[in-house]
T-cell receptor, first 114, second 114 residues
Framework: DADVTQTPRNRITKTGKRIMLECSQT?????MYWYRQDPGLGLRLIYY???????NKGEISDGYSVSRQAQAKFSLSLESAIPNQTALYFC?????????????FGPGTRLTVL | EDKVVQSPLSLVVHEGDTVTLNCSYE??????LLWYKQEKKAPTFLFML????IEKKSGRLSSILDKKELFSILNITATQTGDSAVYLC??????????????FGQGTILTVHP
């Protein structure tokens, strides 16, 4: 089973709709992240959480909100989706005690806003 | 503003060629630089570099960091079609809430033809 899972994997929605993307992990990591990926722009950080009580904005948080329901769950919401939020969204986790500093990514959610 | 820039943005080669991918950065309190490979799914970790001049190797892939000139290169020798992917460079920063928050470059799209 995958260590980091995301649901849904694909979603098409209309402008103005509320959308929630969910992320779950079984790695036991405290740190979780949400990124979006657009062609030619790499991955950009939306929000991150270093533990259940800690939520921080990333570089592109406008139009998004998050909820850290438990150590294993981190949800991303688009309160009123707009077309320029069409992108590939990744959730990631990391362990501050991991000497490689790496983050472990989920499979991604492809979101299309019409 | 923290910045990570990769070049070239895309590269097309034939099997057996050697390629060099570049990553330059401007960040405060540099901690480490990471390379990821992204095929049609989530990014997967390749290397973490923290010290100048120490080459990391994994099979045909190798990478080195220059902390004075603020760049890293990723070399792939004897390329194969399976090396076709997006290669992402990311920088982690030291200290406080910056640690563990990666800043990514735009990625280099590598296409290897048979």
């Amino acid at each position: 089973d995958a260590d980091v899972t995301q649901t849904p994997r694909n979603r098409i929605t209309k402008t103005g709709k509320r959308i929630m993307l969910e992320c779950s992990q079984t790695k036991g990591h405290d740190r979780m992240y949400w990124y979006r990926q657009d062609p030619g722009l790499g991955l950009r950080l939306i929000y991150y959480s270093f533990d259940v009580k800690d939520i921080n904005k990333g570089e592109i948080s406008d139009g998004y909100s998050v909820s850290r329901q438990a150590q294993a769950k981190f949800s991303l919401s688009l309160e009123s989706a707009i077309p320029n939020q069409t992108a590939l969204y990744f959730c990631a986790t990391s362990d501050p005690l991991d000497n490689t500093d790496t983050q472990y990514f989920g499979p991604g959610t492809r979101l299309t806003v019409l | 503003e923290d910045k990570v820039v990769q070049s070239p943005l895309s590269l097309v080669v034939h099997e057996g060629d050697t390629v060099t991918l570049n990553c330059s950065y401007e960040v405060t309190n540099f901690r480490s630089l990471l390379w990821y490979k992204q095929e049609k799914k989530a990014p997967t970790f390749l290397f973490m570099l923290t010290s100048s001049g120490i080459e990391k190797k994994s099979g045909r892939l190798s990478s080195i960091l220059d902390k004075k000139e603020l760049f890293s290169i990723l070399n792939i020798t004897a390329t194969q079609t399976g090396d076709s992917a997006v290669y992402l460079c990311a920088v982690d920063q030291a200290g406080g809430t910056s640690y563990g928050k990666l800043t990514f470059g735009q990625g280099t799209i590598l296409t290897v033809h048979p």
